[in-house]
C-alpha cells in the first residue's frame, strides 16, 4: 500500500493544534469548493497508476531532503521514518502528525497504517471536511487524537452552492463521530464565506453544531486572495 501525498511540511507550529507538528497533506478531495486552497490536489488519482509505474520501477524522487517534499508515493513505514526525524519537537510540545489535504479521508487505509506504526506518544490529527463515507471515517476513530473538522455551511443550498456536492455525508460522519469520540477531541470550524454565508447564518450552523454535536465550535473568515 502506498499514500500519495502533496507534501510533507515539517516543524509547524501554531498552525494545525497544539505544538510543532508535521503536516501530510494528501492528494484527492470530493469537493470543489469556489475559493479551494488546494486547487492541484484534484489531480490526484488520474496520476496515481504513472507514478505506480515509476515507484515499481524505482525511479521516484530521492526522499533524504525531507523538508518540504515535493509530490510522492510513500509507503506508510518510509513516511514513518520521514515522521522520525521530529520526534523529539513532537515530544518536547505536545505535538505530532496532522493529516491535511485536499481530503485526507479518501485515503484513511494508508493514514491507518501509518498511525499503527507510528509511537504512541505524537499526537495524531485530521483535517478534513468529513464529505465521504463513514467506511473511510470508521478505521480511524481509534487512532486519531484530535478531528478538526471544516464543516463549510450547515444549509444545504449554501453548501452545494460552494462545494458543488451536499452535505448529507457530513451530517452523518458528525452525528455518528459524536456517539464515539470525546467532546475534546472535535475541533469543528465554521467560516464565513464572503459571498455565500452571513452572520446570521454563520449563527445557525454554530447552534446546530451546538445543540447536535455538543461541542463549541469555532468561527473563522476565509481569506480570499
Ligand atoms: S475541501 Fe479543501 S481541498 Fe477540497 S475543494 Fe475545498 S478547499 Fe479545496
Redesign the pocket.
Known amino acids: 500500500m502506498v499514500g500519495d501525498v502533496m507534501s510533507v511540511s515539517r516543524l509547524r507550529m501554531a498552525s494545525d493544534g497544539k505544538g510543532v507538528s508535521t503536516l501530510v497533506a494528501m492528494y484527492g ?1 470530493p ?3 469556489k475559493y ?3 486547487e492541484a ?1 484534484h489531480e490526484t488519482f488520474i496520476e496515481i497508476p504513472e507514478f505506480l509505474k515509476k515507484y515499481d520501477k524505482g525511479l521516484m524522487c530521492e526522499k533524504e531532503d525531507y523538508s518540504d517534499t515535493p509530490r510522492a508515493l510513500y509507503k506508510p513505514k518510509e513516511l514513518v521514518k520521514v515522521l522520525r526525524k521530529d520526534e523529539l519537537y513532537y515530544l518536547m510540545t505536545g505535538g505530532g502528525i496532522v493529516f491535511g ?3 485526507p479521508l479518501l485515503q484513511s487505509a494508508f493514514i491507518h497504517e501509518v498511525c499503527q506504526l507510528a509511537d504512541d506518544r505524537w499526537d495524531k490529527r485530521i483535517e478534513t ?1 468529513l464529505n465521504v463515507p463513514w467506511e473511510n471515517v470508521e478505521p480511524l476513530v481509534e487512532d486519531l487524537d484530535e478531528w478538526i473538522i471544516d464543516i463549510k455551511d450547515m444549509d444545504s443550498t449554501i453548501y452545494k452552492d460552494y ?1 458543488g456536492s451536499n452535505n448529507e455525508k457530513v451530517i452523518d460522519n458528525l452525528l455518528k463521530l459524536r456517539d464515539v469520540l470525546k467532546p475534546e477531541m472535535f475541533r469543528i470550524r465554521i467560516p464565513r464565506i464572503r459571498g455565500y454565508n452571513n452572520d446570521e447564518l454563520v449563527e445557525k450552523s454554530v447552534l446546530w453544531i451546538r445543540n447536535n454535536i455538543w461541542v463549541e465550535p469555532e468561527v473563522f473568515d476565509y481569506y480570499i486572495i
Open positions: 478531495c469537493l470543489h469548493c479551494c486552497i488546494n490536489c489535504g485536499g481530503e471536511s462545494t
